[in-house]
C-alpha cells in the first residue's frame, strides 16, 4: 500500500487531540491526488518538534498510528505528514522524554533523527514534500506559478480597474494593490485605508483574481483579512513577531515578504512563528536587501531562491520591483528569478507611472505589461511551471 493511498484517513484520528497538529490540509475533492492544498484550523503547536520520525515506504497506517500512540503515552504529541514518498512523525516534547523511547524499535519506523535546524515546521526534513497554496482556485507552489501583478497603491477607484483589467487580461493569477502603505516618510502618501479594500473587492468582482493586500496594523486585521486573498505581511514588519502570530491564527494565507535586512534563517523563522499559530498557508518572498551596493534600490538576493527551496517547503517568490527601484530593471531580475526557480514573482504595475502616489520609478506601465508578461509566460514554461 502506498503511503498516499492512506493519507485521507489522517484527519479524523489526529483531529481528536488539540496537542496534534496535521500540517498537510484536507485533499480538495477537485484537486489532483498529487497536490496537497492547505487548509487552517486554530491548532498552535505547543512546544518544538525535536525529533523526525521517517516510517518507511510501506508502512501502514496502523503502524503510523501506534508510533503516535506511544509517544502520547510517554506524555509528548506528534504531528504527521503523509509525504509523496514516505510518512513522516514530527514528535514534540521534552528532549529527555524523547531519548528515553524505543522509537527506532517500533513497527515501520525507518531512521529518526534529531531536527536541528531552528525552524522546524516550516524546514524541508519535516514535510519533504512541497506545499501548493491556493486562493480563489489560483495555486502558488510544486510546480504552479503565481504571477501577482497591480499597483504598489490603490490611488482611485479607476487607476485600479483599469490596472486590473489589464493584469486580468494578461494572464497574471492575482492582483496587488496597498491600501495601508509603509512609507518611509509619515508626509507621503499613506494609503486609502478601509475605501481602498473596497475598490478592490469591486476590482475583484469583475476580473475574478484573488487579492493580496498588505496589512500593517494588529488593529486592521479583521477589515484587512476579510477583504483580502492573501494577506501580505511586508519587508518593514517580518520581524513584528506579534503581527505574524496574529495572522497565523488568521483564516487566509500569508504573503511574507524578507526583511531588508533580514538572513535567510530570520525570514524562515518569522514563517514559523505563522506556521506555529496554526497557518500553514505561508509564501515566502524575496524583495531584495539592503547592501553597500546603490545602484538599484535593494539587492536582489537570487541565491536566497534556491536556499529556501532546500530549507523549506513553503513556496518561494520574488519581488523585482521593489529590488530594482527602476523599471528597467525588472524584466531582467524577473527573467532572473524565474530562471533561478521562483514559484512566482510580483510585480507593479501602473496605467500612468508618472502620476503614481508611491513607487513610480519602478511601476511598469500597463502599456508595456502584455509584453513583459509573455516574457515571464514563455520563461516559466521553459522551467516547466504552469501559470497557476
Ligand atoms: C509592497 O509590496 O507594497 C511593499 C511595500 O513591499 P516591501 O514590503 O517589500 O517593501
Ligand atoms: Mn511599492
Same mark, same amino acid.
Given at each position: 500500500?502506498?503511503?498516499?493511498?492512506?493519507?485521507?484517513?489522517?484527519?479524523?484520528?489526529?483531529?481528536?487531540?488539540?496537542?496534534?497538529?496535521?500540517?498537510?490540509?484536507?485533499?480538495?475533492?477537485?484537486?489532483?491526488?498529487?497536490?496537497?492544498?492547505?487548509?487552517?484550523?486554530?491548532?498552535?503547536?505547543?512546544?518544538?518538534?525535536?525529533?523526525?520520525?521517517?516510517?518507511?515506504?510501506?508502512?501502514?497506517?496502523?503502524?503510523?498510528?501506534?508510533?503516535?500512540?506511544?509517544?502520547?503515552?510517554?506524555?509528548?504529541?506528534?504531528?504527521?505528514?503523509?509525504?509523496?514518498?514516505?510518512?513522516?512523525?514530527?514528535?514534540?516534547?521534552?528532549?529527555?522524554?524523547?531519548?528515553?523511547?524505543?522509537?527506532?524499535?517500533?513497527?515501520?519506523?525507518?531512521?529518526?533523527?534529531?531536527?536541528?535546524?531552528?525552524?522546524?515546521?516550516?524546514?524541508?526534513?519535516?514535510?519533504?514534500?512541497?506545499?501548493?497554496?491556493?486562493?480563489?482556485?489560483?495555486?502558488?507552489?510544486?510546480?504552479?506559478?503565481?504571477?501577482?501583478?497591480?499597483?504598489?497603491?490603490?490611488?482611485?477607484?479607476?487607476?485600479?480597474?483599469?490596472?486590473?483589467?489589464?493584469?486580468?487580461?494578461?494572464?497574471?493569477?492575482?492582483?496587488?494593490?496597498?491600501?495601508?502603505?509603509?512609507?518611509?516618510?509619515?508626509?507621503?502618501?499613506?494609503?486609502?485605508?478601509?475605501?481602498?479594500?473596497?475598490?478592490?473587492?469591486?476590482?475583484?468582482?469583475?476580473?475574478?483574481?484573488? /487579492?493580496?493586500?498588505?496589512?500593517?496594523?494588529?488593529?486592521?486585521?479583521?477589515?484587512?483579512?476579510?477583504?483580502?486573498?492573501?494577506?501580505?505581511?511586508?519587508?518593514?514588519?517580518?520581524?513584528?513577531?506579534?503581527?505574524?502570530?496574529?495572522?497565523?491564527?488568521?483564516?487566509?494565507?500569508?504573503?511574507?515578504?524578507?526583511?531588508?535586512?533580514?538572513?535567510?534563517?530570520?525570514?524562515?523563522?518569522?514563517?514559523?512563528?505563522?506556521?506555529?499559530?496554526?497557518?500553514?498557508?505561508?509564501?515566502?518572498?524575496?524583495?531584495?536587501?539592503?547592501?553597500?551596493?546603490?545602484?538599484?534600490?535593494?539587492?536582489?538576493?537570487?541565491?536566497?531562491?534556491?536556499?529556501?527551496?532546500?530549507?523549506?517547503?513553503?513556496?518561494?517568490?520574488?519581488?523585482?520591483?521593489?529590488?530594482?527601484?527602476?523599471?528597467?530593471?525588472?524584466?531582467?531580475?524577473?527573467?532572473?528569478?524565474?530562471?533561478?526557480?521562483?514559484?512566482?514573482?510580483?510585480?507593479?504595475?501602473?496605467?500612468?507611472?508618472?502620476?503614481? /502616489?508611491?513607487?513610480?520609478?519602478?511601476?511598469?506601465?500597463?502599456?508595456?505589461?502584455?509584453?513583459?508578461?509573455?516574457?515571464?509566460?514563455?520563461?516559466?514554461?521553459?522551467?516547466?511551471?504552469?501559470?497557476?
Amino acid at each position: 500500500m502506498s503511503a498516499r493511498a492512506y493519507a485521507p484517513r489522517f484527519p479524523p484520528r489526529l483531529r481528536r487531540h488539540d496537542q496534534l497538529v496535521r500540517v498537510t490540509g484536507d485533499i480538495a475533492s477537485n484537486i489532483a491526488e498529487r497536490d496537497r492544498v492547505y487548509t487552517w484550523r486554530p491548532m498552535a503547536v505547543t512546544g518544538a518538534p525535536e525529533l523526525l520520525i521517517v516510517m518507511g515506504a510501506h508502512a501502514t497506517t496502523d503502524q503510523v498510528e501506534e508510533v503516535v500512540a506511544r509517544l502520547e503515552e510517554a506524555g509528548c504529541a506528534a504531528l504527521v505528514t503523509p509525504g509523496r514518498e514516505a510518512t513522516v512523525i514530527g514528535a514534540i516534547g521534552e528532549r529527555e522524554l524523547l531519548a528515553a523511547l524505543p522509537l527506532e524499535g517500533y513497527a515501520g519506523v525507518e531512521q529518526v533523527l534529531p531536527i536541528l535546524k531552528p525552524y522546524k515546521l516550516v524546514s524541508r526534513e519535516l514535510s519533504p514534500d512541497p506545499t501548493v497554496i491556493e486562493a480563489r482556485g489560483r495555486r502558488i507552489g510544486d510546480g504552479y506559478f503565481g504571477f501577482i501583478a497591480g499597483p504598489c497603491s490603490v490611488e482611485t477607484r479607476e487607476q485600479t480597474l483599469e490596472t486590473a483589467r489589464v493584469v486580468a487580461a494578461v494572464g497574471a493569477t492575482m492582483l496587488r494593490g496597498g491600501a495601508f502603505k509603509p512609507r518611509t516618510s509619515p508626509y507621503a502618501f499613506q494609503g486609502l485605508g478601509d475605501e481602498a479594500l473596497d475598490i478592490l473587492r469591486e476590482a475583484r468582482e469583475e476580473t475574478g483574481l484573488p /487579492l493580496v493586500t498588505e496589512l500593517m496594523d494588529p488593529r486592521h486585521v479583521e477589515e484587512v483579512v476579510d477583504a483580502t486573498d492573501v494577506i501580505q505581511i511586508g519587508a518593514r514588519n517580518m520581524s513584528n513577531f506579534s503581527l505574524l502570530a496574529e495572522v497565523g491564527r488568521a483564516s487566509k494565507p500569508v504573503l511574507l515578504k524578507r526583511g531588508l535586512s533580514a538572513t535567510v534563517e530570520d525570514l524562515l523563522m518569522a514563517a514559523e512563528y505563522i506556521v506555529k499559530e496554526g497557518n500553514s498557508a505561508v509564501i515566502l518572498c524575496e524583495r531584495g536587501i539592503k547592501t553597500f551596493e546603490t545602484s538599484t534600490r535593494f539587492t536582489l538576493d537570487i541565491g536566497a531562491i534556491p536556499v529556501l527551496k532546500q530549507e523549506t517547503h513553503l513556496p518561494v517568490i520574488v519581488d523585482p520591483s521593489h529590488a530594482a527601484g527602476r523599471r528597467d530593471l525588472v524584466l531582467p531580475l524577473a527573467r532572473a528569478a524565474v530562471a533561478a526557480g521562483a514559484d512566482g514573482i510580483i510585480v507593479e504595475t501602473h496605467p500612468r507611472p508618472e502620476e503614481a /502616489l508611491s513607487d513610480g520609478p519602478q511601476q511598469i506601465p500597463t502599456a508595456e505589461f502584455p509584453e513583459f508578461a509573455a516574457e515571464i509566460r514563455a520563461l516559466a514554461s521553459l522551467m516547466g511551471r504552469t501559470i497557476g
